[in-house]
Each structure stands twice: as structure tokens, then as C-alpha cells.
């Protein structure tokens, strides 16, 4: 089992910067691939950014040039700092490991990003 634990959600302005953490614990070497995705009010939710265990980066067009995903492994940790923040970029931001060999996702709680003057 794996256990999934985002954090750094907040209020910012638009152009502001943000860092989300996200905590994995338990059995991590189940895991492929860290992502993180995002559900804004109304909509689904979309995939953002994307980190394989072979530090392969893949990030949404949307999100390209403005958010940076890495990963601390001593830390069990995932980050994804976002940079010149948009009022789009407003949601829930919920971190997902994928497991290995499967497509089953484990999910955090998630964490709220609001962009706003």
C-alpha cells in the first residue's frame, strides 16, 4: 500500500509563484511514475506534470515553461514549483502514484490552489 500526502496549496496573486510538496509513504517501490493533476471547479480533472522513476519530465501544454515538477529522493518527495500563476491555474491539485506494471493511481487528498487579485 502507498500512501499519498500533497501540500503547499495557498492563495496567490496572479504572476505569484507556488511550491506543492508531495509525500509518499509506504510501499514506494511499487511505484513507476509520479504525476500531478488538477480539477478546477466545474471541469475534470487533467493531468499537469509527470515524473518516471528514470527522471523522464513530461508537463501539459497548458503548463509548459511555468511549472517545474522534481523529486527529493531521500525526502520521498515531489514538487511541482509553478511559476507566473494564472487565474486558470485555479483548482485542486492532487498528487497521483502510478503503480508499476498497472494503471492503478494512488491519489492524495489534494490541495487548493487559488490564483487571485
Known amino acids: 500500500q502507498v500512501q499519498v500526502v500533497e501540500s503547499g496549496g495557498d492563495l496567490v496573486q496572479p504572476g505569484g509563484s507556488l511550491r506543492l510538496s508531495c509525500l509518499v509513504s509506504g510501499s514506494i517501490y511499487t511505484i513507476s511514475a509520479m504525476g500531478w493533476h488538477r480539477q478546477a471547479p466545474g471541469k475534470t480533472r487533467e493531468w499537469v506534470a509527470r515524473i518516471t522513476s528514470s527522471d523522464y519530465i513530461t508537463y501539459a501544454d497548458s503548463v509548459k515553461g511555468r511549472f517545474t515538477i522534481s523529486r527529493d529522493n531521500a525526502k520521498n518527495t515531489v514538487y511541482l514549483q509553478m511559476n507566473s500563476l494564472q487565474v486558470e491555474d485555479t483548482a485542486v491539485y492532487y498528487c497521483?502514484?502510478?503503480?508499476?506494471?498497472?494503471?492503478?493511481?494512488?491519489w492524495g487528498q489534494g490541495t487548493q490552489v487559488t490564483v487571485s487579485s
Open positions: 497521483g502514484a502510478e503503480k508499476v506494471w498497472t494503471a492503478y493511481i494512488y
